[in-house]
């Protein structure tokens, strides 16, 4: 019978121990990438600070709009200039609506009259002109009050809403500062006339008044 050999007698501590130095390793490496990650927790959270936002940036940056004012006022550039509408002898300062003036644009839910009308007595023509300022071109349109609702709002205002499809376009013509406009095919009656100014300088607005063309 042959020898034995020393073959299993040397392997086994050899075993043991590659096995025991392998847990270690595991061990170690364990314990390496846990103090890395808390490492890294710490690294995270001083590299990047709470910031708490001041006053100054939690605060929108409103726009407001000027309130109207005399022609001196809106010559200031926060408003258009005021637009006077004359019928022969009779004229009265048209209340302005919707515009985009000087980079602001403000818009209005209804055509804004005064309460009082402006009386045409008789006159074909009607000239608005404009203070300080070039008209372009203009386009006018007008609506019978029947076929509008108004709406009494503050300062002796009206609000005057619907009766789109019963528009009547007026011929106007631009002539400087002026809009000479042409009402004599319209009816008697009273009518909420509306002046669409395209300024020369750039920008345009809405003006409206109640015109009382009469029975």
């Known amino acids: 019978m042959s020898a034995p050999t020393e073959t299993l007698a040397t392997d086994r501590p050899a075993s043991r121990r590659s096995r025991w130095l392998w847990g270690a390793a595991a061990l170690l490496a364990v314990m390496l990438a846990g103090l890395a990650v808390a490492c890294g927790d710490d690294r ?31 010559s200031i550039g926060g408003r258009p200039p005021v637009l006077t509408v004359a019928a022969g002898q009779e004229s009265m300062e048209a209340h302005l609506g919707s515009f985009c003036w000087n980079g602001l644009c403000a818009d209005t839910f209804a055509s804004i009259t005064p309460v009082e009308s402006l009386p045409a007595m008789g006159a074909t023509e009607l000239e ?8 372009a071109e203009g386009e006018v349109v007008a609506i019978s009050t029947a076929e509008l609702r108004s709406d ?11 009766g ?23 009816q ?19 003006y409206s008044v109640v015109l009382d063309q009469g029975q």
């Open 44 to 74: 995270t959270t001083a590299e990047t600070p709470t910031v708490t936002p001041t006053a100054t940036e939690l605060s929108p940056t409103a726009t407001e709009i000027p309130p109207t004012g005399t022609a001196a006022d809106d």
């Open 128 to 135: 608005a002109e404009l203070a300080a300022e070039t008209i």
């Open 152 to 162: 009494p709002r503050e300062n002796d205002l009206l609000a005057w809403t619907g």
């Open 164 to 186: 789109e499809e019963q528009r009547v376009d007026l011929p106007a013509t631009a002539d400087g500062g002026t809009l000479q406009v042409d009402i004599s095919t319209l």
């Open 188 to 206: 008697p009656g009273q009518y909420v006339v509306t002046f669409l100014v395209y300024f020369e300088a750039g920008g345009s607005a809405f």
